[in-house]
């Protein structure tokens, strides 16, 4: 029996020797690897952390994810195992070394960053006056002109209407307040 070898060769014999046959098995084997593959594992990669992050909420994570994504980039532009695990480091070193504190100074309350407070931030600290009963359970107050549901601090305290009292911090729409002792400022 006559075979015909990959390389163009002829074999007499019936079976082809164990090199050749390795030979062909390492040539499919590599011809097989498609390089998109190292792409997306890690696009698979860079989504398990961003879900990842979703269950932390520390924006530690999901600097990683970006790591990932970026070697993603570069094995999809045929770079090296090692160059892609390179890029990965780097990448997500940079985004938690230069991007991350940016985050976190920004996701901090006006109060803690010294800034101006707006919005439910600026009641904080407001005087308003009882216009209905506020307990632990009920109230209304009045602050700046606007209604607010209010809660006394303290459940075992409780304002009548006509009494002064201030915002110690709100609550969703709700004012958690206390008896306004201070004299006006």
């Known amino acids: 029996m006559e075979i015909w070898l990959r390389d163009g060769r002829r074999r007499a014999s019936g079976r082809p020797d164990r090199d050749t046959v390795e030979r062909d098995i390492a040539a499919r084997a590599t011809a097989c690897h498609d390089r998109g593959v190292d792409a997306v594992l890690w696009i698979v990669l860079a989504i398990v952390l961003a879900i990842g992050e979703a269950f932390t909420a520390t924006l530690l994570v999901i600097m990683f994810s970006a790591g990932a994504l970026a070697a993603a980039g570069a094995a999809a532009l045929g770079a090296p195992l090692l160059l892609q695990v390179i890029v990965f480091a780097l990448v997500s070193g940079l ?91």
Do not use: C
């Open 95 to 185: 985004s938690v070394g230069a991007v991350r504190p940016i985050i976190i100074r920004h996701a901090r309350s006006a109060l803690e960053s010294g800034d101006t407070p707006f919005g439910v931030e600026a009641l904080e600290g407001s005087r308003g006056v009882v216009l209905e009963e506020v307990d632990a359970d009920r109230g209304m107050i009045k602050i700046d002109g606007e209604l607010w549901q209010a809660r006394s601090f303290d459940g075992n305290e409780k304002y009548l209407p006509g009494e002064r009292v201030r915002v110690l911090h709100v609550r969703g729409a709700t004012a958690i307040v206390w008896r306004d002792d201070l004299p006006n400022l």
